[in-house]
């Protein structure tokens, strides 16, 4: 009896470290791109490179001014939300839980001389929806954000 | 002995997992959260949510269709909307704690108006950030709101 709870310990412990040393569901990092420039020219950049991939600058939210003239601390961000049509489209014939990721959201942060330009984290809507079309469809998303974001650095 | 290496061993994995993955692991957090305002349309919706938004210490930042500015504006589809809206000292407080929390900022919800109602969708705050536990409590609770508020315009 005392060997068999030994032996279940030990498959109890194995199959606990295999877990620890697999990503956990969902797991992934945002698109991250840097550059020295100011918040202004950052914008003027993102919406150029916007437009050199069909994708339409949605809405500007900025949370910075937002919060500073409430009396907080500005925490140098903005939000830009941008979309395409045939993105709406899609998600509305084929998932139209994907329309929740829509428009897509791009966070500006500002900080020592340069603006990085963040993402949404794509993982865990790839995890949560692993087969195509809506697999495919995230997957193309995120590559086009991945351009953009690349094509953002070269302006 | 044998026992006494087989508790140890179950002991030493808890304490490696940690409590907090290991109640990630044991509740998975729901994508999407959601209700139906039944009988009503999407305008009556959309000032019940508002309304909602107030009584639950928000702010209401903006209201759009799904496709605004992607289409011109007559063309737009009516029967799906966005509300945006906000708690600026949560945000200030997310924002300190993990600029990622930009992720679900501001607060949304997504209407889409059916042949009996109205459903009010919402992307669940704890799921986005279940690999950021410097953010997860956080937006536990601003899923309770999320809930609270779901209700509250349903009813």
């Given amino acids: ?155 | 002995m044998k026992h006494y290496i087989a508790h140890f061993l179950l002991f030493l994995f808890a304490a490696v997992i940690g409590p907090s993955q290991w109640a990630q692991a044991a509740e998975p957090e729901p994508m999407i959260l959601t209700t139906t305002a039944s009988g009503i349309g999407i305008d009556a919706a959309v000032a019940a949510l508002n309304q909602a938004i107030v009584n639950h210490n928000y702010t209401f930042v903006r209201q759009q269709a799904m496709d605004s500015r992607l289409v011109p504006y007559a063309q737009e589809v009516r029967s799906v909307r966005l509300v945006y809206f906000c708690n600026f000292t949560k945000m200030d407080r997310a924002l300190r704690l993990d600029p990622r929390a930009t992720q679900v900022l501001p607060c949304r919800v997504t209407l889409v108006e059916t042949p009996t109602g109205v459903d009010l969708i919402a992307v669940n705050p704890a799921w986005v950030t279940q690999n950021m536990p410097g953010l997860h409590a956080d937006c536990q609770e601003m899923k309770r709101d999320y809930l609270a508020i779901l209700e509250e315009a349903a009813l």
Avoid: C
Avoid at chain 1, 59 to 81: C, E, S
């Fill in chain 1, 1 to 155: 009896m005392n060997r068999r709870a030994l032996l279940l310990a030990f498959a109890f412990a194995a199959s606990l470290g295999l877990g620890l040393s697999l990503p956990l569901p969902g797991h992934a990092d945002p698109l991250l791109v840097s550059k020295a420039v100011d918040m202004r020219r950052a914008m003027d950049d993102v919406a150029l490179a916007a437009a050199n991939h069909d994708l339409v600058l949605v809405k500007v939210q900025p949370i910075d001014t937002a919060l500073a003239k409430r009396g907080f601390d500005n925490p140098h961000m903005r939000l830009l939300f941008i979309g395409s049509e045939s993105a709406v489209r899609w998600a509305e014939a084929a998932e139209p839980r994907l329309l929740n990721l829509l428009p897509l959201r791009l966070t500006l942060i500002e900080r020592d001389g340069g603006v990085t330009l963040m993402s949404d984290d794509f993982g865990p809507w790839l995890q949560e929806f692993p087969e195509p079309p809506a697999h495919l469809m995230v997957e193309a998303w995120q590559a086009e954000m991945k351009a953009m974001l690349d094509d953002f650095v070269a302006q």
